[in-house]
Nanobody, 121 residues
């Protein structure tokens, strides 16, 4: 399992943008597909987006399609989530985790501490 640290969250107005980062330690990061997940107050954790180990393919939840983009830089052991056109319903704590197998919408292994995203209306 790869230790993960999320960052980049904050308070933004509706329609704004944020870029989240997830830094991994260890030399096995590039072996794994990675994903972003989120949990809003009182709700279950849900899948947001995932990216293959090479970065060559991605998929995402319908709720963020066309607004969020996942990417990764294996040289920096980091996966990103660019979030545009944010909506109040995007408010949540965002987490990254490995995704096994690629194509799953469920996390595998350890979580980081998460990063809070708050979108005001």
């Amino acid at each position: 399992q790869v230790p993960l640290v999320e960052s980049g969250g904050g308070l933004v107005q509706a329609g704004g943008s944020l870029r989240l980062s997830c830094a991994a330690s260890g030399r096995t990061f590039s072996n794994y597909a990675m994903g972003w997940f989120r949990q809003a107050p009182g709700k279950e954790r849900e899948f947001v987006a995932a990216i293959s180990w090479s970065g060559g393919s991605t998929y995402c939840a319908d709720s963020v399609k066309g607004r969020f983009t996942i990417s990764r830089d294996n040289r920096k052991n980091t996966v990103y989530l660019q979030m545009n056109s944010l909506k109040p319903e995007d408010t949540a704590v965002y987490y990254c985790a490995a995704v096994v197998p690629y194509g799953s919408t469920h996390p595998w292994g350890s979580w980081g501490q998460g990063t809070q995203v708050t979108v005001s209306s």
